[in-house]
């Protein structure tokens, strides 16, 4: 869709192109808040980089007042690392070995978790392919916000978009359900039964996609069978 986008800014590039498809205006004020995009129907799109959980807030007011909201958050399927040194001159440029997926994405989506039936709320995880750009220190630095447990020789100073892969569009309770394999849904299923039918890459979220989906009212907890609760589809 995208080859290439210069800008240095993930969440303001999102942001023009999701303003021009859905012809709507950028940072309208609405109740206590700023909404990143209002489009011409008066519904909100939120662009979030970080943990969509950070917006419980805009989503409690916006299905407050009837008000439809999305959240577009980027899913890095791939990301090149370009490292400057403090001349801005390129020393290196390597892929992450890191790969990420709307499983991976669930962790930052739990305080969200009483929205997910409501059909004015939707999330859209938008896979990516993104540049992140680091600047290389002489010596082992901190973070302004104090948040590395162990100093590292480099920080941040962006990320690009590269490319747009697609779109995974969450609205309402079967979109949501779609997260567990298919032949697990008539019956009771464990997360053991749900990470063993998921592969490897996404075996490992089994736990907090069934933590969300209980919390969002969309499964039901019938009983412990050893370590492992036993849940069922809601009805």
């Known amino acids: 869709m995208i080859n290439t986008y210069n800008e240095s800014n993930l969440h303001k590039t999102l942001k023009i192109l999701y303003a021009q498809k859905h012809n709507g205006t950028t940072e309208i004020p609405f109740k206590n808040f700023i909404a990143d995009i209002i489009d011409e129907k008066g519904n909100i799109i939120e662009i979030q980089t970080g943990a969509p959980s950070r917006l419980k807030e805009k989503v409690r007011v916006a299905l407050e ?78 973070l302004k916000n104090k948040s590395r447990h162990f100093k590292k020789a480099w920080y941040k100073t962006g990320k690009k978009l590269l490319e747009i892969k697609g779109e995974n569009v969450f609205n309402g309770k079967k979109s949501w359900l779609s997260l567990i394999p298919h032949e697990l849904l008539k019956g009771e299923f464990s997360s053991k039964d749900v990470r063993e039918k998921l592969d490897k890459a996404s075996s490992s979220y089994a736990n907090v996609l069934l933590w969300l989906l209980f919390h969002g009212g969309l499964i039901n907890f019938i009983r412990t069978e050893g370590r492992f609760k036993i849940y069922s589809i809601k009805k």
């Open 65 to 142: 007042n009837k008000t439809e909201i999305t959240i577009v958050h980027p899913v890095a399927l791939e990301k090149i690392i370009e490292t400057y040194d403090e001349n801005k001159k390129l020393v290196s440029k390597r892929k992450s070995p890191k790969r990420c997926s709307v499983y991976s994405a669930l962790d930052g989506l739990t305080g969200l978790a009483p929205f997910l039936s409501d059909r004015k709320f939707t999330v859209i995880f938008l896979e990516v392919i993104i540049c992140e750009q680091r600047i290389k220190t002489a010596e082992p630095v901190q």
